[in-house]
């Protein structure tokens, strides 16, 4: 493939996401009804046109949504407002992601884990005696909770979402990019191995049989600058392999710390900055500090940084900040204003991680006591509504609602995998200039990201996680060897030959636009 | 902090140049080279704390621009007592149980090592190793006096920086490599510096260690005299060049003198970074071009990187000042199982042993790595008489801060697992502390083991993970008790 545009055009728009009454953050296995709003919620998206004088030649609106994560159902439904509207947009142009904070309204709505099944899965369940129909209270037990449900959030956020994307695309106008390399330590590998080989996400590191951190750490930043024909910045696109998820237990809606990133970057770059957050495969990593987190806690508090909670997003903020400031005068010496642009997006099959009857068993004995406690307190419930005016009442029954389906459903996949052994997934890779974008739907672990960055020819590679299709964790090899949390069959729906996969085809990708 | 057992502090530095004025072997590397010219200079510098109470508070820190500390092959090497018998005949007043000297690590200084690379006679005009072990002797010598009768009443404060600069040099690949040399067993699922732009490439090994300890001394009027700079990298991103240099540590020290003021000490310690290395196995494009693009060597952009960290956390520092803190430096001497050497393992290596001695009958000069061979049998028959090695381990407690030694170059995992469990607010490990006997090999870990390639081979280890957990355990165990007293 070679490039056929001589010029690009470009456009931002954001949106506010933020719903105006209580919502069930997502993020834990127990609901939180959210009590206020700590910062907002919001959807940025960046438009590019590539065309030449024979007019446009590829398109792609990236989109970014301060959510825990994407559904298809989510993405389809933007489509659909998208292919209603005139403009040329192509909806399948539109890519959305999520940074993964776990403050943010709760907007899956397809009952747990179904919509792994691909486009066949009503089928699929239906065929198996399941009901297929979307719930509207999505991941959640219908128990009465006082909040928006996340069916009605997902129709509140998809109007918003494609306003956004369709006035960026409205506003393109010709410009430059420029991009590069910064650091800042952020993300940690938030799994912790031991001496009798196994993995806990979160372990205890202070402890004789601590062994090691089981995995990499990633504390580059990559940074793509958009300007205006008078050179002026108009937005970033910011790469971090780190989710945000600093204040993940919050009962607040909240970006997390790409808010405190935001307002720093504005007060730096000017308060009509666009900025598009994505987070970079990040499966195994987290803000959380692990290993010298009472040196860290000592500088916050010498640092005069708020409180405990904000000051490890303010530090992260201007770390981030720090690392764009250090990038871009460097960047912007080698502005591209006719930077090569070519968009592939396909659906690429990948072998599902195939689970064996142990495998259900172990998952159905670990749900076990959930299930049994669901039911004791459902009966509680039943028995004595009054319940419902104990402060936060729904915890324990959502959590065990939640654990209890967790097991449920890898008995589902163990029925379905074989008439389906393969997981079709919408992948995009872009190239803009010497950079390439590439998107997966997963918490992916760190270890595909460096395989695909180090064999893509692009300059730099900015991988995007979360994209689509409420993607669970994708495990590395050796996380599956030491197990836990985050690598066990019950987390993950695709295991490393699925990974192995996603690594060729998004390096074929790329490799053939350069 | 409990502040009983609290005393006055006071500090002196000192600093001597180690340079050579002529041509010298660099040590380091496989092969011989010939210096052709200096990079900055290589220096030793001394920083004393005492307090006026406690003989065992006092502490020597001594920073070398050293690979290492040895004069002679394994366990005839005794530079350290040659280091503290000319302190004891100059300044008898100095405890030097308690003076550590430290290797930044550095490829590029001048070997010390006799024989390092054979008996040949070197050409005219370049240094031998006794007279560059001479030198460097008598620097730490001087140094250490200087900074022992200069110590003034000052303060301390630390802090905690991040930069990026270590990074895991351990690349690991889905098909084991067979490829074996001999003297210096390769094969495995792991190669040191392996290229990461392979469809084999799996993942980076192990871990990276980003932070970077700070301690600040000032004086009675709270100005900056010094700082102690702990790092989990080794100096070796210009490692294969043909001159005398200290490589990043010049960058780092001219960088903060440019900022601060050219009095302003600088004391490199390198934490637990066996498996580390300024080398970037991955996005090597990408910051070559951002390298490039800001007009710096990346051994400047260290610079840079470490002295913005020194920055940040200054104005912290600069706010927490002690200049009465509770300062206690314990000595001891550990045992350490060593890495046995199996019967398997020396029949191999008598074979590789008698390939290479061959090969240098036929003229290939392969002195060193046939040294290594010989090594590894003599350790096989030493292991039936004396199953472990000594270590001289150092613990210190300064306030909130605590320093522990070791003698190798100890994988990052051993210095997480200690970090993880000090009772310290921070913790700074200092590897390569020079010990007599053979010091500075490679310690791995359980998984560098488990995956072999250089530096988790017969041939590199003296002691492997079950005397790594020992040095985990007796330094937790001894910080804690410092903490508990």
Same mark, same amino acid.
């Given at each position: ?24 953050? %997502? ?293 981030? %900040? ?193 | ?10 500090? $002196? ?54 690979? @290492? ?20 005949? =100059? ?47 008598? @620097? ?20 905690? $920086? ?21 003297? !210096? ?94 080398? +970037? ?17 990346? =051994? ?6 470490? !002295? ?17 803190? +509770? ?30 001695? !061959? ?57 997480? +697992? ?14 390569? !502390? ?21 530096? @988790? @081979? ?28």
């Amino acid at each position: 493939m070679g490039s056929i545009n001589d010029r690009v055009k470009m456009g931002w728009a954001q949106a506010d996401i933020t719903p105006d009454q209580p919502v069930v953050l %997502a993020g834990q296995f127990h609901a939180r009804v959210s009590k206020g709003i700590m910062d907002p919620v919001t959807a940025t998206a960046f438009a590019v046109e590539a065309f030449n004088d024979t007019g446009p030649q590829g398109q792609v609106v990236m989109v970014s949504c301060d959510l825990a994560s994407i559904g298809n159902e989510l993405r389809d439904a933007v489509r659909e407002r998208i292919q209603a509207a005139s403009g040329g947009l192509d909806p399948f142009s539109v890519f959305i992601g999520a940074t993964h904070t776990h403050s943010a309204p709760d907007a899956r709505i397809v009952p747990y884990g179904m919509e792994q099944y691909g486009t066949e899965y009503k089928r699929l369940v239906s065929d198996h005696g399941g009901s297929a129909n979307a719930s509207r209270a999505g991941m959640w037990p219908d128990i009465g909770l006082e909040v928006m449900s996340p069916a009605d959030y997902l129709e509140f956020a998809v109007g918003r979402i494609a306003d956004a994307v369709l006035e960026a695309w409205e506003k393109r106008e010709p410009g430059g990019i420029a991009y590069g390399l910064g650091h800042a330590v952020i993300g940690r590998n938030r799994r912790l191995t031991y001496r009798d080989g196994t993995s806990q996400m979160y372990g205890k590191p202070g402890t004789p049989e601590f062994s090691h951190v089981e995995g990499y750490e990633d504390h580059s930043v990559y940074a793509m600058v958009t300007y205006d024909q008078d050179q002026k910045i108009t937005g970033m696109v910011v790469n971090v392999p780190c989710p945000s998820q600093v204040s993940e237990h919050i009962y607040q809606i909240s970006a997390d710390y790409w808010h405190e990133t935001r307002v720093e970057l504005r007060k730096r770059f000017g308060s009509d900055l666009f900025i598009l957050p994505q987070c970079a495969p990040a499966g195994d990593q987290s803000p959380h500090v692990l290993i010298g987190r009472r040196a860290e806690e000592r500088m916050w508090r010498l640092k005069g940084r708020d409180t405990d909670q904000n000051a490890p997003r303010q530090e992260i903020a201007l770390k981030i %900040a720090d690392a764009i400031s250090d990038i871009v005068p460097y960047a912007e010496k080698e502005t591209d204003w006719t930077p090569p642009f070519q968009h592939v997006c396909e659906t690429v099959d990948l072998p599902r991680r195939m689970i064996s009857e142990q495998d259900v068993e172990d998952a159905l004995e670990e749900a076990r006591p959930f299930r049994e406690q669901y039911e004791k307190l459902v009966a509680e419930l039943e028995s004595n509504p009054e319940i419902r005016k104990t402060p936060r009442w729904y915890t324990e029954i959502t959590k065990a609602y939640r654990r209890m389906e967790r097991g449920k459903r890898v008995r589902t996949r163990l029925e379905l995998q074989t008439a389906n052994p393969d997981m079709p997934i919408e992948v995009h890779v872009v190239r803009l200039g010497d950079v390439a974008f590439a998107t997966n739907p997963f918490e992916l672990y760190l270890d595909y990201a460096l395989r695909i960055r180090e064999l893509s020819e692009a300059a730099q590679t900015f991988l995007i996680q979360k994209a689509g299709c409420n993607g669970t964790y994708l495990p590395s090899r050796r996380s599956i060897a030491c197990g836990g949390y985050g690598s066990v069959p019950a987390s993950t729906d695709i295991g490393p030959d699925g990974g192995d996969r996603l690594v060729e085809w998004t390096v074929d990708t790329i490799n053939r636009m350069w | 902090m409990n502040t009983d057992h609290c005393s006055t502090l006071n500090i $002196g530095w000192a600093t001597r140049c180690v340079t050579p004025e002529r041509p010298v072997v660099l040590g380091a590397q496989f092969h011989m080279r010939i210096s052709d010219g200096v990079d900055g200079p290589v220096t030793v510098t001394a920083m004393a704390l005492s307090t006026d109470d406690s003989p065992n508070s006092s502490l020597v820190f001594v920073a070398c621009d050293v690979g @290492g500390f040895r004069h002679k092959w394994y366990d005839e090497n005794n530079f350290l007592e040659m280091c503290r018998e000319t302190l004891r005949a =100059r300044a008898p007043e100095i405890d030097v149980s308690r003076v550590i000297l430290n290797a930044t690590h550095t490829h590029t200084a001048p070997n010390t090592l006799i024989k390092r690379y054979g008996e040949e006679p070197l050409p005219d005009g370049v240094a031998t190793a006794e007279e560059c072990m001479d030198v460097l002797r008598e @620097g730490i010598a001087e140094a250490v006096v200087e900074a022992w009768n200069n110590r003034k009443p000052g303060g301390v404060s630390y802090g905690l $920086g991040t930069a990026v600069v270590g990074h895991n040099r351990r690349a690991t690949y889905f098909a084991e490599d067979s490829s074996r040399r001999a003297g !210096a067993v390769v094969g495995g699922f792991t190669r040191m510096y392996g290229d990461t732009n392979d469809p084999t490439f799996s993942h980076i090994e192990g871990y990276e260690d980003h932070y970077v300890d700070l301690l600040y001394t000032w004086d009675e009027e709270s100005n900056l005299t010094g700082v102690v700079v702990n790092l989990a990298s080794p100096s070796q991103e210009t490692e294969g060049a043909m001159y005398v240099s200290a490589d990043f540590w010049h960058e780092i020290r001219e960088e903060i003198r440019r900022r601060h003021g050219s009095h302003i000490q600088i004391l490199a310690q390198c934490s637990t970074a066996g498996d580390q290395s300024p080398h +970037r196995l991955w996005y090597k494009t990408a910051e070559e071009r951002m390298l490039k693009l800001r007009g710096l060597t990346m =051994r400047e952009e260290i610079g840079r990187r470490v !002295a913005n960290a020194v920055d940040e956390v200054l104005p912290v520092a600069k706010a927490t000042i002690e200049t009465e803190l +509770r300062c206690e430096h314990l000595v001891s001497e550990i045992s350490l199982p060593r890495r046995i050497v199996s019967d398997e393992e020396a029949v191999a290596v008598r074979d590789d042993l008698a390939k290479l001695e !061959a090969e240098a009958r036929a003229g290939t000069n392969n002195y060193r790595i046939a040294q290594r061979a010989r090594r590894v049998l003599e350790r096989y028959e030493q292991q039936k008489q004396s199953p472990d090695i000594p270590m001289e381990l150092h613990l210190i407690r300064l306030g909130d801060v605590a320093f522990a030694t070791n003698r190798f170059e100890l994988f990052l995992d051993y210095g997480i +697992r200690i970090k993880a469990r000090s009772p310290a607010v921070q913790t700074f490990l200092v590897q390569l !502390a020079a010990n007599d006997g053979w010091d500075g090999t490679y310690l791995p870990s359980e998984r560098a083991i488990a995956n072999r390639g250089y530096g @988790g @081979g017969v041939y590199d280890n003296e002691v492997g993970p079950e005397g790594g957990r020992v040095i985990v355990e007796e330094t937790v165990k001894g910080l804690h008790e410092l903490w508990s007293r």
